[in-house]
């Protein structure tokens, strides 16, 4: 059975590689806006952070792609490089004592890491779609264990 966005709902697992992945940057764009990266009409978190099992509307196996820890480590990488040049201007023209340093650039990293983190989360989903990446885990079963009595 072949996948397709158009189509109603189907079960995850008749839908798996059976499709072709979006464009890269289409689906970076749906993903980072919360949009299915194959459809554009499903959501893709459940909550903040959870992803759904599947889309909504086209039935998407979205709950396979597993970003694991490269959004936290995009997102520090954009906010430390939008907010570092300002502590260091800060710190060149005024040199304020580093209480207060901590009092406001502290909480505006961690003010902006939370707001960033799920649309960066969004986009790498989406990435990983584009990559192709809705595959299963594939977990090789050990082998059984053929117990011979000693002679």
């Given at each position: ?75 520090i990488f954009l906010v430390g490089h939008l907010l570092v040049p300002g502590v260091f201007w800060v710190e060149r023209h005024y040199q304020p004592p ?54």
């Amino acid at each position: 059975m072949r996948w397709d966005a158009n189509s109603p709902a189907t079960p995850a697992a008749a839908v798996i590689g059976a499709y072709a992945p979006p464009p890269f940057w289409t689906a970076v764009r749906r993903g980072l806006v919360n949009r299915c990266p194959f459809c554009a009409e499903g959501r893709v978190f459940g909550g903040y952070l959870r992803l759904v099992p599947e889309c909504a509307h086209c039935g998407a196996p979205l709950g396979l792609l597993r970003a694991d820890d490269a959004p936290p480590y995009f997102t520090i990488f954009l906010v430390g490089h939008l907010l570092v040049p300002g502590v260091f201007w800060v710190e060149r023209h005024y040199q304020p004592p580093m209480w207060i340093h901590m009092a406001v650039w502290l909480p505006l990293f961690t003010i902006l890491c939370t707001l960033l983190l799920r649309p960066v989360k969004g986009a790498v989903v989406g990435w990983m779609s584009a990559l192709g990446f809705v595959e299963p885990e594939v977990v090789p079963r050990p082998a059984a264990i053929r117990r011979t009595p000693d002679a």
